[in-house]
């Protein structure tokens, strides 16, 4: 599972959650949850992701506590392990699979402009350091005495502390890479890339399966209401 190109993997996630969404029952999407818990252990990314699925965990209960708030219990299970379905194989796609793979694929196989398909991956590139800027930020203001108290007006002014100096690290990051990309040529004609993403017969036999797989989950779902 871990050495399928991306467009496999891509779409294997798209159609696990078409399955989340088909599926009705608290069962069926349990077992759904379980399923995908043995691709990432097939991937050998389950234990580095446990971190990860316990916090999806721990939201998805609390969605169901409030679905229960307001609905059956059977609608309160359906939410949490919805919930669980449509994201736990996230995991699986954002953990496997190169950020250069992925543009590669958009571009070669999607047939994306590289323009947005590198704004995308650029994107989820700088999410973890936005994240840890952040973290940063925040105990330096942490140091210099700064408590988030008091009003929403008060905290919002507060919070300023910490959004400036976000805002003043992102316009010096984007500079700096809008310099790295003019000097690097971005935007010129007849790029390549230096991995191949084209697919293999392991590829195919997956797709192949994953496309028996919904057939099977949407004939469940109409002759059994699964």
């Given at each position: 599972?871990?050495?399928?190109?991306?467009?496999?993997?891509?779409?294997?996630?798209?159609?696990?959650?078409?399955?989340?969404?088909?599926?009705?029952?608290?069962?069926?999407?349990?077992?759904?949850?379980?399923?995908?818990?043995?691709?990432?252990?097939m991937a050998r990314r389950l234990f580095n992701s446990l971190k990860a699925i316990f916090?999806?965990?721990?939201?998805?209960?609390?969605?169901?506590?409030?679905?229960?708030?307001?609905?059956?219990?059977?609608?309160?299970?359906?939410?949490?392990?919805?919930?669980?379905?449509?994201?736990?194989?996230?995991?699986?796609?954002?953990?496997?699979?190169?950020?250069?793979?992925?543009?590669?694929?958009?571009?070669?196989?999607?047939?994306?402009?590289?323009?947005?398909?590198?704004?995308?991956?650029?994107?989820?590139?700088?999410?973890?350091?936005?994240?840890?800027?952040?973290?940063?930020?925040?105990?330096?203001?942490?140091?210099?005495?700064?408590?988030?108290?008091?009003?929403?007006?008060?905290?919002?002014?507060?919070?300023?502390?910490?959004?400036?100096?976000?805002?003043?690290?992102?316009?010096?990051?984007?500079?700096?890479?809008?310099?790295?990309?003019?000097?690097?040529?971005?935007?010129?004609?007849?790029?390549?890339?230096?991995?191949?993403?084209?697919?293999?017969?392991?590829?195919?036999?997956?797709?192949?399966?994953?496309?028996?797989?919904?057939?099977?989950?949407?004939?469940?779902?109409?002759?059994?209401?699964?």
């Open positions: 599972m871990e050495k399928l190109v991306p467009l496999t993997k891509i779409i294997l996630t798209l159609a696990t959650a078409v399955w989340s969404l088909t599926l009705q029952t608290p069962s069926a999407l349990a077992v759904l949850c379980v399923v995908e818990l043995l691709i990432l252990l916090l999806l965990v721990v939201f998805a209960v609390m969605l169901g506590l409030i679905e229960y708030a307001g609905g059956t219990p059977v609608e309160c299970y359906v939410s949490a392990f919805r919930m669980l379905a449509l994201t736990i194989i996230f995991i699986y796609l954002l953990g496997t699979v190169r950020l250069q793979d992925l543009t590669a694929t958009m571009v070669q196989q999607l047939k994306v402009p590289y323009e947005y398909a590198f704004m995308f991956t650029a994107g989820l590139r700088f999410i973890p350091d936005f994240l840890e800027e952040n973290r940063m930020v925040t105990e330096a203001q942490a140091c210099r005495g700064m408590v988030v108290k008091g009003s929403f007006i008060q905290k919002c002014r507060r919070y300023m502390n910490i959004v400036r100096p976000l805002m003043l690290r992102s316009l010096e990051r984007s500079e700096t890479m809008a310099l790295s990309l003019e000097l690097r040529g971005f935007g010129g004609k007849g790029r390549t890339f230096v991995d191949s993403v084209a697919m293999h017969g392991s590829d195919y036999l997956v797709v192949i399966l994953t496309c028996a797989a919904t057939a099977a989950v949407f004939y469940a779902r109409i002759k059994y209401g699964i």
